[in-house]
């Protein structure tokens, strides 16, 4: 079991950080912000601060698995942020006081487990940072930055099966926007990926959205940003990226509503799911190319299957929950590429209807469980009827190992 090592690594480092306080069971008074904005927990061993967590519902079949779950909460009530690792009690095993980090995970590289995380410069939507790698004994084995001058961005980070690592980056360039009604010397938030050689540091593949795609296939309008550098217009907002073992890239744009799969070779358009030009045949009644704001696409079963978390609402001003916004899922998609056919395999609905205005992700679990996460942000308090948020949990990438 591999996360042994980083267990034991734990003891030694904390001298037996254990927790005394009871987690919580669906607890309202917990959800609504009665018991603070992020409970939480101190130790007589160690100054390092805890989670206290609210399950709403348990389970034997979670137990029995066992592992630890990765969280990064990051809420203007966490008083000491940083990358957490909890065991299926939601007892603190790691954490380590480096800000407030995003997307903590474990991948290989080289055929070991490093853990991996973002820490950086929170821009408007996006960020300007650099990507660590842990090894076992919680040593910084690397850190990866953008190349060529761009920013590593906080969104997707991957260490291929080529033991290379693909991450997203966001640019200002100049655009015409006035076929939509801004200026035509305007401003656009362009945004793509690199893939590089971690030990080299070296840039292997660079791909912008704005060489593929058109402006007119953004559901987001300008809203009235565009017209300098500083409000540049955030029109396609990649969210993810995974390679595909042919080599081939499968991207998700959060604001055109679609996954696109790149060639590798000079990075156009293979096919695109979903968005205003899908190029699938839904078997699913519309059910499988509907997706909309998601985030976390990922090749399942080989490249025959697709999961991602589809949003299915964005709010308003993407700042809180909008009349008509629709309940998130989760989305397994079984797809055939050649035939370009998808079909809903599975939707996965949470129990309390939640609808996440942004982020959100699906994790298949080798057991064949699967974790599901969402950002509910202020969406949560306005469900309960209060005009301003008393808990703001901030958002949370969860995985588990
Ligand atoms: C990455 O960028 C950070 C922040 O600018 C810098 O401190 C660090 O030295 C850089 N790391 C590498 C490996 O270039
Ligand atoms: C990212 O931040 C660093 C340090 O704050 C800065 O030097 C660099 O110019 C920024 N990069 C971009 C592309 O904005
Ligand atoms: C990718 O592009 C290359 C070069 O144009 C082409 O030969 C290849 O068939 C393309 N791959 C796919 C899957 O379309
Ligand atoms: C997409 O289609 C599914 C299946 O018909 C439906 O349950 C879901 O509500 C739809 N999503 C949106 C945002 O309309
Ligand atoms: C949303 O944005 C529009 C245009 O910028 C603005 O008029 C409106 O007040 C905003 N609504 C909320 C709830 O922030
Ligand atoms: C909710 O779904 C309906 C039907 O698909 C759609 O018309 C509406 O725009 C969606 N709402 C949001 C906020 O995306």
């Known amino acids: 079991m591999r996360s042994i090592g980083f267990f034991v690594l734990a003891l030694i480092q904390f001298n037996l950080v254990s927790a005394d306080a009871e987690h919580f069971y669906a607890s309202p008074a917990y959800e609504t912000g009665d018991l603070g904005g992020w409970p939480q927990q101190l130790y007589k061993s160690s100054p390092v601060i805890g989670p206290v967590l609210n399950y709403m519902q348990k389970s034997e079949q ?47 590289y080289r055929g070991e487990d490093y853990l991996t995380f973002w820490i950086g410069k929170e821009i408007d939507g996006y960020g300007n940072g650099s990507h660590y790698m842990l090894d076992s004994s919680y040593r910084e084995a ?21 033991d290379t ?67 540049a217009w955030d029109w396609f907002h990649i969210n993810s990226v995974d390679k595909h073992p042919s080599g ?23 096919w695109k799911l979903g968005g205003k030009h899908n190029m ?34 964005r709010g308003i001003n993407s700042s809180a929950a909008a009349p008509d ?6 989305l397994y998609l079984d797809v055939d590429v050649e035939e370009l056919v998808a079909k809903v395999r599975h939707s996965y609905w949470s ?25 509910l942000k202020e969406i949560k308090c306005m469900l309960a009827g209060m005009a301003q948020p008393k808990s703001r949990p901030g958002s949370w990438k969860v995985q588990k190992i």
């Open 351 to 375: 129990s309390q209807g939640i609808i996440s205005i942004s982020q959100g992700s699906i994790q298949v679990l080798e057991n064949e469980n699967r974790v599901i996460t969402s950002s």
């Open 62 to 108: 979670c137990y029995s698995h066992g592992g630890y779950t990765m969280i990064t909460p990051r809420g203007n009530s966490v008083p000491m942020p940083g990358p957490m690792i909890v065991d299926d009690r939601g007892n603190l095993v790691w954490t380590k006081n480096y800000g407030r980090a995003y997307d903590l995970k474990v991948q290989q």
């Open 142 to 162: 690397y850190m990866i930055n953008g190349s060529n001058g761009q920013a590593a961005d906080f969104h997707e980070f991957r260490i291929t099966n080529d």
């Open 280 to 313: 699938f045949t839904d078997l699913s009644d519309g059910g499988a190319t509907n997706i909309s704001w998601q985030h976390d696409a990922r090749f399942q079963d080989n490249g025959a299957a697709i999961t991602l978390f589809d949003n299915a609402a």
């Open 165 to 231: 690592a693909i991450f997203t980056v966001y640019r200002v360039v100049q655009a015409d926007l006035s076929s939509l009604g801004g200026p035509n010397k305007g401003y656009l938030l362009d945004c793509g990926f690199q893939e590089i050689d971690v030990e080299a540091q070296s840039l292997l593949f660079e791909w912008w959205a704005s060489d593929h795609f058109t402006i007119d296939e953004a559901y987001q309008s300008l809203q009235g940003s565009g017209t300098n550098e500083e409000m």
């Open 248 to 270: 081939n890239y499968l991207v998700s744009s959060r604001f055109l509503k679609c996954l696109a799969y790149i060639n590798a070779t000079a990075g156009d358009i293979i």
């Open 325 to 330: 916004d629709n309940i998130s899922r989760g």
